[in-house]
């Protein structure tokens, strides 16, 4: 059919994995990009038709299909949380939230309030790069074990492939999991990990090292990881420019 749209696992397919791989080893090398062995651990894993991510727009061409994977992949990794600048929540506050708190507890002022309003969001932001700074950790940690991440979604429901060809998908808590995720784990060797558990405030990390075989994990290692990028790049997180707390801290 002319001018049918091209999936990935489409041009996998009818290129070969050989010349699929060696075009978007070309194309991430003109486009300035370093090609590992870890990228090709999770090119390869694209091949796999459940897992073959679903790119938007008209890509016309196995060529072209090739190469929006290419540059999903990298363009992710270069704005990995230790390299980002983020943005500010994107939504506005709802003033009507202040006079519920004010209802509840008469005694606070209005600045009490504000100071509530900008906590709430500061805790947005960090909300908003949490997950991919779990991923960053992992990615780190994982990859001398022979784990890599599939950074830029190029992989559906799933976060790692190793060079067994085994999979993650990774979770920062235990009922954040959506339902099209967990159709496409049904039934398959995909490995579920959750750092936090939602109700009880537990971590997991032992279970992932068990899974995994390793014993280089743990939540205080996670949290000086958090830090050190957060003090290293504090662009990660976005404060707003009138948040009261910014005066606070002017750092």
């Not at 991510?53 to 992949?73: D, Q, Y």
Request: with cysteine; charged share 20%; glycine share 6%.
């Amino acid at each position: 059919m002319a001018n049918e749209k091209i999936t990935f696992f489409k041009a996998f397919q009818e290129m070969g994995v050989e010349l699929a791989e060696m075009h978007a080893r070309a194309f991430a090398v003109k486009q300035g990009y370093v090609w590992s062995n870890g990228s090709s651990v999770v090119f390869k894993a694209g091949g796999v038709e459940q897992f073959s991510p679903t790119f938007r727009g008209n890509i016309l061409t196995n060529e072209a299909a090739i190469e929006k994977w290419v540059s999903a992949h990298f363009q992710d990794y270069n704005n990995r949380p230790s390299c980002r600048t983020s943005n500010p929540p994107g939504t506005k506050h709802d003033d009507a939230l202040d006079m519920v708190i004010n209802a509840k507890l008469s005694n606070l002022n209005n600045t009490d309030l504000q100071d509530i309003k900008w906590a709430h969001r500061l805790g947005m932001s960090a909300e908003n790069i949490f997950g991919t700074i779990l991923e960053e950790y992992l990615a780190e940690k994982l990859a001398p074990h022979g784990w890599f991440c599939a950074w830029g979604s190029v992989l559906k429901a799933v976060d790692f492939v190793s060079n067994n060809g085994d999979f993650l998908q990774i979770k920062s808590r235990n009922n954040t999991e959506n339902s099209s995720s967990n159709k496409i784990r049904n039934g398959t060797n995909i490995k579920k990990w959750w750092r936090f558990h939602a109700t009880n405030g537990t971590t997991n990390w032992e279970e992932l090292n068990t899974k995994l075989g390793i014993n280089t994990l743990s939540e205080d290692d996670f949290r000086r990881f958090v830090a050190e990028l957060v003090a290293n790049n504090p662009s990660a997180m976005a404060v707003e420019s009138d948040n009261s707390w910014r005066s606070k801290n002017p750092n």
